[in-house]
């Protein structure tokens, strides 16, 4: 089992900044790829963005350009720079950890964080 951890959400202004982050514990060797979902009320849960072991990293349209993720190999932890926000991208994210065998396809395993929320408004 993979054990996530998210840091606490907030209330952000909109145009403002937050960074949340997800440190992972437990069986790490068995995932190649984490990133963040988020899930607004009624709607259902998208990704917001992913890094792989090989390095890859894929966004979400609506936050490219102004979403960054990043890793820190040492602490098996993976962080989302959110930047210039917008009252739409208040949800709650999740940390989300998982096995690929390809890439291309869905995850052969998926881990989960127990979810933070973040609203932005003023």
């Known amino acids: 089992q993979v054990q996530l951890v998210e840091s606490e959400g907030g209330l952000v202004q909109p145009g403002g900044s937050l960074r949340l982050s997800c440190a992972a514990s437990g069986f790490i060797f068995s995932i190649n790829a984490m990133g963040w979902y988020r899930q607004a009320p009624g709607k259902q849960r998208d990704l917001v963005a992913i890094?792989?072991?090989?390095?890859?990293?894929r966004y979400a349209d609506s936050v490219k350009g102004r979403f960054t993720i990043s890793r820190d190999n040492a602490k098996n932890t993976v962080y989302l720079q959110m930047n210039k926000l917008k009252p739409e991208d208040t949800a709650v994210y999740y940390c989300h950890a998982a096995y690929y065998s390809n890439y291309k396809l869905g995850p052969d395993r998926s881990y989960w964080g127990q979810g933070t929320q973040v609203t932005v408004s003023s």
């Open positions: 890094v792989t072991w090989d390095g890859t990293t």
